[in-house]
């Protein structure tokens, strides 16, 4: 599974981003699939997941209500739509593909997107 990451950018404080990682190989329909973000100086945390059929979403506390995470099987594309977005949430973000939903949750990953930076002025 290759995936493209795309829909970074720089945007102030309360705005809102939507990003989007496009998947190819015949897999992806049966991936779990997460967002990660790295901050400067940060270690890379889970932001969010979805299970193949999007029957289970996690997010983590720092993003709930705020971001929400989705899947298009039939595009092979998974979203992350940020909103309220705040300096802290300033970091490259990364889709991710695993097998399992538990897998990528605990941040357990077999693919990486090559990251989109997400800029957020105060």
């Known amino acids: 599974v290759q995936l493209q990451a795309s829909g970074g950018g720089l945007v102030p404080a309360g705005g809102s981003l939507r990003l989007s990682c496009t998947a190819s190989?015949?897999?992806?329909?049966?991936?779990?699939m997460g967002w990660f973000r790295q901050a400067p100086g940060k270690e890379r945390e889970v932001v969010a997941a979805?299970?193949?059929?999007?029957?289970?979403?996690y997010y983590a506390d720092s993003v709930k209500g705020r971001f929400t995470t989705s899947r298009d099987n039939a595009r092979k594309t998974v979203y992350l739509q940020m909103n309220s977005l705040n300096p802290e949430d300033t970091a490259v973000y990364y889709c991710?593909?695993?097998?399992?939903?538990?897998?990528?949750?605990?941040?357990?990953?077999?693919?990486w997107g090559q990251g989109t930076l997400v800029t957020v002025s105060s």
């Open positions: 979805i299970r193949y059929d999007s029957s289970s979403i």
């Open positions: 991710a593909a695993g097998e399992t939903y538990r897998a990528v949750v605990d941040g357990t990953v077999g693919y």
């Open positions: 190989g015949r897999t992806f329909a049966s991936s779990a």
